[in-house]
């Protein structure tokens, strides 16, 4: 994949984030806002000048979307609910912010923890996507890539590295954007992540050679010592 094709990407994504945080909101007077998306670009460039050039094969894989040929109808339902989900929480802040008013606003100090979580959710996935060369956003098994177990880095410590870094990734921009509910509204993507892993797991565990071993050797799913 060229550097003009990542850096559209990017370019993308933070326009999208844009658009969920901005128009529902009604204004572009919102500080918060910008400096999360000034955040994003920082953390997206970081993520993808530690991956350079080694997993450019990645980026194009991940860049294909994530309704694909040889997925499971259940994760393409699940993949639905995820974004669908996703989006909804994120557009939720800026309606509670501007017009809801659902709950007080979060200390300058949780605020900031929230910015941290974001920043900390997209380090570990970084760590993942950097040691597994096979992250694409669906399931199914890829076999034209010669697709193996990874047992590396983050996935040495839980099996599911990327999901583990969804949940701060989710819950913080609420709290550095001034929304407890919309904070709360997280757990239905992290619950769908959830569901989906164990789903994951057992597709993995039936088509990909080394994967049960794997499960045996890295006991836990997302949180390290509990689950």
Known sequence: MSISKVIAGV??????????????????????AWV??????????????SM??????????????????????????LVTLLVV????QIVFIPLDVFRFHLAPKPSGLVSCLGLALYVAGWWIM????????????????????HQRVIDTGVYAVVRHPMYAGFAPMAVGPALWLGSYVAALLA??????????????ERFLKRELKGYHAYREKVRYRLIPFVW
């Open 11 to 32: 370019v993308f994504n933070v326009a999208f984030y844009a658009l969920l945080l901005f128009v529902p909101a009604g204004t572009l007077r919102w500080c918060r």
């Open 126 to 145: 970084t760590l993942a996507m950097k040691v597994n060369h096979f992250a694409v956003p669906v399931v199914r098994l890829q076999e034209e890539r």
């Open 52 to 77: 350079l050039p080694d997993n450019a094969g990645l980026f194009s894989e991940r860049a294909i979307g994530v309704i694909q040929k040889g997925q499971p109808l259940w994760d393409r339902i």
């Open 85 to 88: 989900s996703f989006v909804g």
């Open 36 to 49: 999360f998306l000034a955040v994003t670009v920082a953390v997206m460039a970081a993520a993808i000048y």
């Open 187 to 200: 757990i239905v993507p992290i619950a769908v992540l959830a569901v989906r892993s164990v789903l994951e």
